[in-house]
């Protein structure tokens, strides 16, 4: 059974940075990996996501500001965030699938961590 466990969740001011971490454990190697964001009261939205060999996407909001990184060796994949403002205040749960395909949906991902708090300050 995979688990994926998050860190590096907190709070910032607007303008600050973060850097989210999330390590993979379990008998089986990974495909896609991401991040997928929750905002109060809204539905939980697809951030980035990262294939094994390297290539990664984003969503508009978050293109130029987020860059999503992978270490295969560790299993775990880094969100650095930068220009944050409190439009990124979210609950971040990184996800991974069992094949290379990143989709854009939650039910592309196989798997799910329990989720960090991200939250931005005016």
């Known amino acids: 059974q995979v688990q994926l466990v998050e860190s590096g969740g907190g709070s910032a001011q607007s303008g600050g940075s973060l850097r989210l971490s999330c390590a993979a454990s379990?008998?089986?190697?990974?495909?896609?990996m991401g991040w997928f964001r929750q905002a109060p009261g809204s539905a939980r939205v697809w951030v980035a996501s990262?294939?094994?060999?390297?290539?990664?996407f984003y969503t508009d909001s978050v293109e130029d500001r987020f860059t999503l990184s992978r270490d295969n060796s560790k299993d775990t994949v880094y969100l650095q965030m930068n220009s944050l403002n409190p439009a990124d205040t979210a609950i971040y749960y990184c996800?991974?699938?069992?094949?290379?395909?990143?989709?854009?949906?939650?039910?592309?991902?196989?798997?799910w961590g329990q989720g960090t708090q991200v939250t931005v300050s005016a």
């Open positions: 996800t991974a699938s069992a094949d290379d395909y990143c989709g854009e949906s939650a039910v592309s991902y196989d798997y």
């Open positions: 379990g008998s089986r190697s990974l495909g896609c």
């Open positions: 990262i294939r094994p060999e390297g290539a990664s």
